[in-house]
């Protein structure tokens, strides 16, 4: 019998695929020196729980020439971290591309309060520099784009991203930022996120990080909410999922002060100081927000996860744990009672359609390990996982944070010092009240703890590496980006976008994660990518008459 990609009728003799074998083969085909740089990224999982935890290559330059998934450090500032707050008036300074591919492409959702509650989101702004900005500067351009901005849509908060080129030619975003608060009165402020800063978009998110925390953070006061009140950090609202992390949030009776950034605005970032407790959901992008509001408001952060219907219920019971309330406790309780049943009866009826089947999972620098809990509920086995830009700590654990090197694009963005505020300081909780709680508080492990022996762990993955993976392993789902989908799907590999979701989701919380049980039940059962054939598959005597003419 002819053996295909989508083969499900393996032995469990042929899925132990020697990796060890693999990564050398790998290795064979690139010159020394990026040989030497790849060995350091590319990691078979040691064998189980308890193991020494090895150290991974990450946060480094791609090798150019190389074909990796990687975004730039704009697409991380705008696109990332302020693309899914829909009362900004967001200008991208620079060539129209750059504002046109960051337009949407994320498919973050946003629900105004009201009709006429401002939401910008679904526009594209732009300065549209043409070859004489970058001869002559660009800065008058960008002026009259935020007048432009102001007069038709009256925004109270304004912001301005600098591109590669502005960068370049050396425009003072900064200074016209000033100039033209000063003149509209209303907030505008602009981030240095040229593309070529850092080695991907990892900078970008610091940079916003940065930018919203001097900017926004504080300004609002206001005390809103209940009596339990928290902050998502994080979470993106990638097809909905917020959506239904909100209204989990809502039934426990738990006040979303502000969300970064799914589903937020402005207004919530303002007023975000006001909390008790910021919650942690992406690693990567934002923890840099809940260090520098520890800081300076007093506030404590916990990791927590969404994906997954145990995750998502052991995340709010640790909610509950730091507010120590018994009702509080109960509620939640009361919640993930009647949630799980449903969620537990759909993953019943995935299960045997799914049991054994193997996943891949390349994706930004959480996801890789967030969705695998999905993929356990479904007793898949994730065989190879990695993060584009992930830095060690999300591999490895926040433990290695001090022995992680500063280098030359590291340092090239900016670490505010942040003190205590001397009138808005609050400490929420001792360092013994906290430990009281009986949990811990700033803290991840990472994903390479998580992963199974013999899978492989793989830093910022290129084309021909997920090629030549996707041949020794056959995993029945492949899981990544845009970039990606065709090719793999050209492999006969179901593919699904894990950024954008494919138009589907959300997979968040205990509805999503039934959604997430029937796509993948559905797309790994399928037939359809085993009948694939590219044109020299079905056709091989068209290399032999090329090869004998
Ligand atoms: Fe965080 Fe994200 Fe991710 Fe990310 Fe992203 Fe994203 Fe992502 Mo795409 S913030 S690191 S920069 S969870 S856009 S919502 S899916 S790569 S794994």
């Known amino acids: 019998m002819e053996t295909t990609v989508t083969d499900h009728n393996r032995t469990d003799s042929e899925r132990d695929v020697d990796l060890a074998k693999v990564k050398s083969e790998i290795l064979s085909k690139y010159p020394t020196k990026v040989a030497r740089k790849r060995a350091k990224q590319i990691l078979v999982s040691p064998s189980g729980k308890g193991s020494a935890i090895p150290e991974i290559g990450a946060n480094v330059r791609t090798v150019p020439g190389i074909l990796t998934q990687r975004g730039c450090c704009y697409a991380g500032c705008k696109g990332v971290i302020l693309g899914p707050t829909r009362d900004v008036v967001n200008i991208v300074h620079g060539p129209v591309g750059c504002s046109f591919y960051a337009w949407l492409t994320r498919r973050n959702q946003t629900r105004p309060a009201s009709k006429d509650a401002p939401n910008y989101m679904t526009y594209c702004f732009t300065t549209d520099m043409q070859d004489e900005n970058i001869v002559f500067g660009g800065e008058k351009k960008l002026k009259q784009a935020i007048q432009e901005a102001y007069d038709i849509f009256h925004p109270h908060t304004i912001s301005v991203f600098s591109t590669c080129p502005v960068g370049l030619i050396g425009d003072d975003i900064h200074s016209v930022c000033r100039e033209m608060k000063e003149t509209l009165g ?47 950090l994080g979470e993106y609202n990638i097809g909905g999922d917020a959506f239904e992390i909100e209204r989990i949030l809502d039934d426990c009776g738990i006040s979303l002060i502000s969300t970064f950034s ?53 995340s709010l019971r640790k909610i509950a744990q730091y507010f120590e309330d018994d009702s509080l406790t109960a509620r939640v309780e009361e919640v993930i009672a009647r949630e799980l049943p449903p969620v537990t009866e759909a993953m019943e009826e995935s299960r045997p359609l799914c049991e054994g089947k ?27 996982a990695g993060y584009e830009f992930g830095h060690r700590d999300d591999y490895e654990g926040r433990q290695v944070l001090p022995s992680i090197k500063v280098d030359a694009d590291s340092r090239n963005i900016e670490e505010l010092s942040v003190e205590q505020d001397p009138d808005k300081y609050r400490m929420r909780k001792t360092e013994e009240e906290l430990s009281a709680t009986g949990q811990t508080y700033r803290e991840y492990d990472g994903l390479i703890p998580d992963m199974k022996p013999n899978t492989f762990v793989i830093d910022d993955i290129s084309q021909y590496e997920t090629e030549k993976i ?31 979701y494919d138009y589907g989701g959300p997979y968040a919380g205990f509805k999503g994660a039934v959604n997430f049980y029937r796509e993948i ?24 008459t090329y090869a004998a003419g």
């Open 262 to 314: 799914g589903n937020s605005t402005m207004e919530q970032f303002a007023n975000s100081h006001t909390a008790d407790l910021n919650v942690v959901m992406c690693h990567r992008s934002i923890t840099y927000m809940a260090e520098m509001m520890e800081k300076k408001y007093g506030m404590p952060w916990i990791k927590i996860n969404f994906i997954g219907a145990r995750a998502t219920a052991q």
């Open 186 to 232: 209303i907030n505008i402020f602009g981030f240095s996120c040229e593309g070529y800063k850092g080695v991907s978009q990892s900078a970008g998110h610091h940079i916003a990080n940065n930018g919203i925390f001097k900017n926004v953070v504080g300004l609002d006061d206001t005390i809103r909410g209940g009596e339990f009140r928290i902050n998502l």
């Open 358 to 384: 193997l996943a891949m999972l390349f994706v930004g620098g959480s996801r890789a390990h967030h969705y695998q809990e999905l993929f356990n509920e479904l007793g898949m086995k994730t065989m190879a």
């Open 470 to 500: 996707i041949e020794a392993v056959k995993p029945d789902v492949f899981c990544a980006g845009i970039k990606e989908k065709y090719i793999i799907q050209k492999s006969g590999v179901p593919m699904k976008q894990l950024h954008s």
């Open 521 to 544: 039940t559905r797309m790994t059962n399928s037939k359809v990518w085993s009948y694939v054939k590219a044109p020299w598959e079905k056709d091989p005597e068209l290399t032999a």
